[in-house]
């Protein structure tokens, strides 16, 4: 029986305990059941899923914009920082605003150095190549060989 995207998330949960960063990131495009397997994942962990945009959104509205760019690392990590030992993100496409001026995989790697995180992320991993967005897009972005646990959609896994 072929092992499920959700199975290979859990090995990958399992892997990362010994890493340095333990993220995982889930990749696939919007929509392909990305988070479907966060909530699943977070259920069976006894957690609620984070939906970032709405968390942070919150949380910056009152903020100018420069503090914005200069906040937001504090405010990602205290807004997970209760979430227990494994945090499970969604919806987390305000890290790739161009007014922020953030690395959001950075952001997603230094939440994970006190925490396991597992992540959905739009885009696609083909080839040790991690994209979000298409090239010429604003927002795109793009990390050869991402020092992440990669779980895609389509049943490829890096673990």
């Not at 793009?142 to 389509?154: E, G, Q, R």
Request: charged residues 30%; aromatic residues 6%; glycine residues 6%.
């Amino acid at each position: 029986m072929a092992e499920t995207v959700e199975d290979k998330v859990v090995r990958s949960l399992e892997a990362s305990v010994d890493l340095y960063y333990r993220l995982i990131l889930i990749v696939g495009e919007s929509g392909s059941g990305k988070t479907g397997v966060i909530q699943n994942l977070a259920k069976r962990h006894k957690t609620e899923p984070v939906n970032i945009n709405l968390r942070l959104s919150k949380e910056l509205l009152e903020l100018t914009e420069k503090q914005r760019r200069l906040k937001l690392s504090e405010i990602l990590a205290r807004t997970v920082n209760d979430s227990g030992e494994r945090v499970f993100l969604d919806n987390m496409e305000i890290l790739f605003d161009a007014g922020l001026q953030q690395d959001p995989l950075r952001l997603l790697q230094g939440l994970s150095r006190n925490l396991t995180v597992a992540a959905s992320w739009n885009g696609d991993f083909d080839k040790g190549k991690l994209t979000y967005a298409e090239p010429g897009h604003l927002e795109y972005r793009s990390y050869d060989f991402p020092d992440a646990l990669i779980v895609c959609m389509n049943g490829e896994a890096t673990i």
